[in-house]
């Protein structure tokens, strides 16, 4: 006699280890993938040590500063006016080194200007006397306390340094040399990646 064997598939228990085994082929899956993802974005380790920031001068109105943080100092992004440019030549003059023969910004930012594109101005914002922010004073005159010969620029308040709206330092200023220009490129007409040269090193 031939015994009949019935095979009893219980399927709510499948259902249960069916769902079971997916949610944790998930989890593994995401497990997986988040590390790969994250690689894709710098660290805060790596924003501290240099990783490249992005501003947009498109946001900043004519006359106008913003400041973002590079490699935990403040770098200033001002859009420069016409009339603000207009005033950098005549500050020669009065300047330590108006040429900026001492070697304060990369290679490829030449000029009085001190930019690539002499309307968008980018400064690292610490002053070369003793590390102190100095503040914008961009109005010449006494508009904002200066004294009436004053062409516009910035003005540390720890120790009185000046500089003029190139970041060049006056004469008689505590600081020995002009500020410091970072390394930084253009991404788009108005999008500028500071940390960066033109080459994208």
Wanted: aromatic share 8%; hydrophobic share 40%.
């Amino acid at each position: 006699m031939t015994a009949i064997v019935t095979d009893h598939v219980d399927e709510k228990r499948r259902r249960i280890l069916i769902v079971a085994t997916s949610a944790a082929g998930a989890v593994v899956g995401v497990g997986v993938a988040a590390p790969f993802v994250a690689s894709w974005f710098p660290s805060a380790r790596a924003l501290a040590a240099g990783a490249p920031v992005q501003g947009d001068f498109s946001k900043i109105e004519p006359g106008q500063q913003v400041t973002i943080a590079w490699r935990g100092k403040p770098v200033w992004l001002l859009h420069r006016t016409e009339e603000m440019l207009d005033r950098l030549a005549g500050n020669a003059p009065l300047l330590t080194d108006p040429n900026c023969e001492v070697p304060q910004q990369p290679k490829y930012i030449k000029g009085i200007d001190r930019a690539e594109k002499p309307q968008y101005f980018v400064c690292v914002g610490v002053c070369t006397h003793l590390g102190c922010t100095p503040n914008l004073k961009e109005q010449p005159g006494n508009a904002d306390g200066m004294g009436a010969s004053w062409p516009g620029g910035y003005y540390c308040p720890c120790h009185g340094s000046r500089f003029d709206l190139a970041g060049r330092v006056f004469q008689g200023s505590p600081a020995p040399k002009n500020l410091v220009i970072p390394p930084y490129r253009f991404k788009t007409d108005t999008v500028v990646v500071v940390g960066e040269d033109p080459k994208g090193a």
